[in-house]
């Protein structure tokens, strides 16, 4: 296999142990959640574009989290706006959060997101654009400053929807697989025997190809 061929089934991989992670808090059935989708193609009885569609989370509420995960910056570096990879996802996450008023997207990877998370984070901790213009420094309104740009949005607007913009811990494959496996223990009694079933279950859901369910429930 060449090396792009190994990297993309390395992302695969990861993408495949985050939506895991969100079918063993479903069967938790502790977060309110009714049901999810990985890589979307839309939601049932809603007729629009699903533009980040890694892992779908409906909750009983109606509220929505897109998951989009991403394996590793190159090299490990932290991500940065100026990334070819994390600019391509940009204008689906604006257009993701921009669908509905209390949608979130959380970003995962192995690999932090840098300014863009410390920019999301400072976001939450005014109560609106003047008070943020008055209480950060530089760097991070230079960051929104760019954002903005690559959104096409103003710096106000931009700052609305990053309010939404959530990051899962930067956890290796071992760790991630590692907590997959406890979080399952608390709720079936053979966790090394159950997982596979649910990583194959979740395989045939992923490729469309077999007959089954495009959207999983608890009872599936």
């Not at 192995?110 to 209480?135: C, H, I, K, V």
């Not at 939404?164 to 406890?182: G, V």
């Not at 979740?202 to 999983?216: D, E, F, Y």
């Amino acid at each position: 296999m060449s090396r792009a061929g190994t990297k993309s089934n390395q992302g695969d991989d990861y993408q495949r142990l985050v939506s895991v992670h969100w079918l063993i808090r479903l069967i938790n059935d502790v977060d309110g959640l009714a049901y999810l989708q990985a890589e979307s193609n839309g939601l049932p009885g809603i007729d629009e574009e699903i533009s980040v569609d890694d892992v779908v989370v409906v909750y009983a509420n109606g509220r929505r989290r897109h998951i989009q995960a991403k394996k590793n910056q190159p090299q490990n570096r932290m991500w940065s706006l100026t990334d070819r990879s994390l600019a391509d996802e940009l204008p689906k996450i604006r257009n993701q959060l921009e669908t509905k008023d209390d949608t979130i997207v959380e970003l995962a990877s192995r690999t932090p997101f840098g300014d863009l998370q410390s920019l999301a984070e400072a976001s939450r901790e005014y109560p609106d654009f003047n008070a943020f213009q008055r209480g950060v420094g530089k760097n991070v309104k230079t960051t929104l400053t760019v954002l903005a740009a690559k959104w096409e949005r103003s710096e106000e607007h931009s700052l609305r929807l990053l309010r939404r913009i959530e990051f899962a811990s930067c956890l290796s494959y071992e760790d991630l697989n590692r907590q997959n496996r406890q979080d399952l223990a608390r709720v079936v009694s053979q966790a090394d025997i159950a997982l596979p079933i649910l990583e194959s279950f979740l395989n045939a859901h992923q490729s469309k190809l077999q007959a089954v369910a495009l959207t999983i429930y608890r009872d599936d």
